[in-house]
């Protein structure tokens, strides 16, 4: 089995880096390509527009990267009482967040704002994606030579670390439930684990939209 | 004042829908999903994603209030149920909603037509 053999392990966690990584790269690559424009084509908006959201932005992003590898590193320090995994743990966690939500305003305003030509952005940045999609396919490999069991125990347990624990006994709870639902009905497996996954994946745009809205209205509460 | 008089207008289909399918008795977020499916003939699904942001849109209006169940059910893994009910503001924001929408489909100009 996949996780139950130590070169897997090795191996998932070797993909899984791979994977964190093309995301750095993409973001970063897509971050370099909008300042370069943004100087050579320097017009009164373009500059206004640089020095009071891209750079702050580019700063933010930088920022939250150093800020990843520290979490990353709490995490390993651990000395076995679990108090400095859960620090390294909640400082990754925030420092993904604020990667996904700079690094998604950087990319768009390269391509609307900042006129990045759109083929040299997909041949430089893009690209990434490739070897981000190659690498979550090999892990979905490996997870389905996991046991169906073993599979959505795994996938509660991974929503678990994602989710704020306010949310996680009603949402989790109703989650479980449909899943025990769908399995009652008699459906397939593979077709009960499938909307179980994309279920999951609700939860999480849930969640986001939630903390995006809570974000706009403190915004626009001191604006 | 104002604020009340557009609250008709605040109210998007899928949060009228969710308003609608407590407004005789409080159900749980999936009782919702499985409410407005089964009404809908399952034209209208409403999706793990978009339930709970309108669920707390409507919390957060005033128009659905919220409790824990006491039961622990095992298929939820010992979680307990989180039920919604209508408001009072809930019901008036309904209310107005439909008498808009009859005086609506009623309403001729005083001039005899155009």
């Known amino acids: 089995m996949f996780f139950n053999q130590e070169r897997g392990q090795w191996l998932f966690k070797l993909i899984t880096s791979i994977g964190i990584i093309s995301i750095i790269g993409f973001i970063i690559t897509g971050n370099v390509l909008g300042i370069v424009c943004l100087f050579s084509n320097p017009t009164l908006a373009n500059t206004l527009f640089g020095i009071a959201l891209f750079c702050p932005a580019t700063f933010i992003l930088f920022a939250s990267l150093f800020s990843l590898i520290y979490g990353g590193y709490t995490m390993i320090s651990d000395n076995g009482d679990g108090r400095k995994f859960g620090q390294g743990l909640l400082l990754t966690k925030k420092s993904i967040m604020a990667i996904l939500i700079t690094g998604t ?51 509660i347990a991974l929503l678990k670390e994602i989710l704020p624990i306010q949310f996680q ?26 909307i179980t996954l994309l279920t999951g994946l609700g939860l999480i745009l849930s969640y986001l939209w939630l903390k995006a809205d809570k974000f706009v209205s403190r915004w626009m509460t001191r604006a | 004042m104002k604020k009340n008089q557009d609250s008709i207008f605040d109210l998007s289909p899928k949060e009228e829908a969710v308003l609608t399918s407590v407004f005789y008795r409080e159900r749980y977020g999936l009782e919702i999903i499985e409410a407005v499916k089964e009404a809908s003939g399952g034209k209208i699904k409403l999706g793990f994603g978009s339930l709970y942001p309108t669920l707390h849109k409507l919390e957060e209006k005033g128009y659905l209030e919220a409790r824990w169940g006491d039961e622990t ?40 037509g155009v």
């Open chain 1, 105 to 155: 305003f950087i990319l768009l305003s390269d391509v609307t704002l900042l006129n990045v030509p759109f083929g040299r952005h997909l041949l430089f940045s893009y690209s990434f994606l490739l070897l981000l999609l190659f690498c979550s396919s090999q892990v979905y490999i490996g997870w389905l030579a996991i046991p169906e069991e073993d599979r959505y125990a795994r996938f």
């Open chain 1, 169 to 194: 006994e009603e949402w989790l709870g109703d989650l479980q439930e449909k899943y025990h639902q769908l399995i009652k009905e008699g459906i397939p497996r593979w077709k009960v684990y499938f």
């Open chain 2, 73 to 112: 059910p095992e298929e939820r893994g010992g979680a307990r149920r989180r039920y919604y009910r209508i408001t009072g503001l809930g019901v008036k924001v309904l209310a107005q909603k439909k008498q808009f929408l009859d005086d609506l489909a009623g309403w001729e100009p005083a001039w005899g």
